[in-house]
C-alpha cells in the first residue's frame, strides 16, 4: 500500500522483453539503498516487487496484465518514472491509500499554467470517471491528486509547482498516457450501488 506522494524519480536504465515478462531495470540513486529484493515499490502508480537490486539501481518483473494495464509495456530506456516505496504502519499518511493496482491508461489533453500553478485535463477510463468525485481524490503515475473540476469523460487537477518539478507529471505531452488508479472508497460505494440496483444480496 502507498500514499500516493512521490519520494524519487528514476529512469529506465534497461528493458529485457522475455517470453512472457518484461524485465525492467532503473536507475534511482535516492532510493536504490533503501530497496531489496522482495520488496514492494510503486512505479508510476504500479505495485511491482523488486527482483534485484544494488546501491544505484533495482529490477522488477512485469506480467500479464500488468503489462497490458500499464505503462510497463511502454518503457524505453531514458524514460523517467515515479517512484514510491510501500508505506510503513504508523508513518503518516500525507497523500491518500493507494494500492498500486492500476485500472487503465488515461491522457494528457491539455496543460496551461495559471500564475503559480498548472490546470492539467485528462482523460480516464469510464470505470474511474463513473468512481471520481470534485475534491475527490486520484492517482495519475503514482502521484496522489485532488480532483479539481469533472469533464464528460475525465477531470481537471490542479498542480503546484513542486508536484510538477519534482516528479514526471512536468514533462508530459498533449496526448502522452498515464497510468490511472482510481479512489479506493469511490470504487467500493461504486459496487455497493450496483448490487443494491440489480439487488443482489
Not at 530497496?35 to 539501481?57: F, H, K, Y
Request: charged share 20%; net charge negative; glycine share 12%.
Amino acid at each position: 500500500m502507498f500514499t500516493g506522494i512521490v519520494e524519487a524519480t528514476g529512469r529506465i536504465h534497461a528493458v529485457e522483453d522475455r517470453e512472457s515478462t518484461r524485465l525492467v531495470r532503473i536507475a534511482t540513486p535516492e532510493l536504490g539503498p533503501e530497496l531489496a529484493p522482495g520488496a514492494s515499490v510503486s512505479v508510476d502508480g504500479a505495485c511491482l516487487t523488486v527482483t534485484e537490486a544494488d546501491p544505484t539501481r533495482f529490477a522488477v518483473d512485469v506480467i500479464g496484465t500488468t503489462l497490458e494495464r500499464t505503462l510497463a509495456g511502454r518503457y524505453r530506456v531514458g524514460g523517467r518514472v515515479n517512484l514510491e516505496r510501500a508505506l510503513q504502519m504508523g508513518s503518516r499518511l500525507d497523500g491518500h491509500i493507494v494500492q498500486g493496482h492500476i485500472d487503465g491508461i488515461g491522457h494528457l489533453i491539455r496543460c496551461s499554467k495559471v500564475g503559480e500553478f498548472w490546470m492539467m485535463d485528462f482523460d480516464l477510463p469510464p470505470d474511474v470517471v463513473r468512481q471520481t468525485v470534485p475534491r475527490g481524490s486520484i492517482t495519475l503515475n503514482g502521484v496522489s491528486l485532488t480532483v479539481a473540476a469533472l469533464l464528460d469523460q475525465g477531470c481537471t487537477i490542479g498542480v503546484i509547482p513542486f508536484t510538477f518539478e519534482h516528479t514526471n507529471l512536468g514533462a508530459l505531452q498533449a496526448g502522452d498516457p498515464v497510468n490511472v488508479e482510481g479512489d479506493l472508497i469511490g470504487k467500493y460505494v461504486g459496487r455497493m450501488l450496483a448490487q443494491r440496483d440489480s439487488g443482489s444480496p
